[in-house]
C-alpha cells in the first residue's frame, strides 16, 4: 500500500498531467481558441463544444487531485503549531476553489449574469485563499529557508499575475503562467514535505524490544 506523503506526491503529479494534458487538446473542435490571447475558463464556457470535458480536466478534475494530495500531505505537519495546520486548510481551499471554477462555468453568450457572478467569485476565492497559506505555511511548515522563500514568492506572485498584470493581449499567457506557478508551488511543497518526513522517519532510532 502507497505511504501517505507518497501517495500526495503522486496526486500533485495527477493534477499537473491532467490540466496540460487539457490545454493542450483545448483547441479540439475550437480551432479559433488562443492560448496567448483568450483566459482559460473561456475555452469551459457552457454552450462551446467540448466545455463539460474541457471543465473536468483543466479544473475539476486536478482540484479533486489537489485536495486528496494535501489531505495525503497533513500528516507531515503534525505538531508544527496552528499557523502550518491553518495554513495547509487554506491552501485547500485554493485548491476547491480551483476546482469549482470548472463546476461554476462562464456563459459563452455571456448573458447569464449569475453564472458569471459565480464563477468570479470562485476564481477570487482561488487566489485569496492562497496568499495567507503561503504566509503561514512560510511561518509554520518548519522546512527551512529555501521552502519559506517559495511560499513568500509565491503567495506575492500569484494575486501579482491574477489580478494586477495587463490584461491586454497577453491576458492568456499571464493566467497559464500563475497557474503553473500555483501548481508549481504544490509540486514543491509535495517534495518537499514528502523528502522532509522520510527523513525524519529514517534518521528516528530503532525501537527497543
Known sequence: MMKP??????????AIGLFTLTLLLARLGLPEYSHRVHPLALRGASGLPGAMLFNAGAF???????????QALRPSLAGHGWAARIG????????LAFGLQGALPLDASGQDEHAMRLHALVWMLWWIAFVPAMLLLALGARRGAGFAAACVAAGALVPLLAVLAPVDA????????VFALWLGWWLLAAA????ASTSAAGSAPPARR
Open 60 to 70: 475539476l478534475l486536478p482540484g479533486i487531485a489537489l485536495l486528496l494530495a494535501s
Open 5 to 14: 506523503l507518497r501517495a500526495g506526491l503522486v496526486w500533485v503529479g495527477v
Open 88 to 95: 495547509l486548510t487554506l491552501a485547500q481551499l485554493s485548491a
Open 192 to 195: 518537499m514535505l514528502s523528502r
Open 170 to 177: 497577453w491576458v492568456g499567457l499571464a493566467q497559464r503562467l
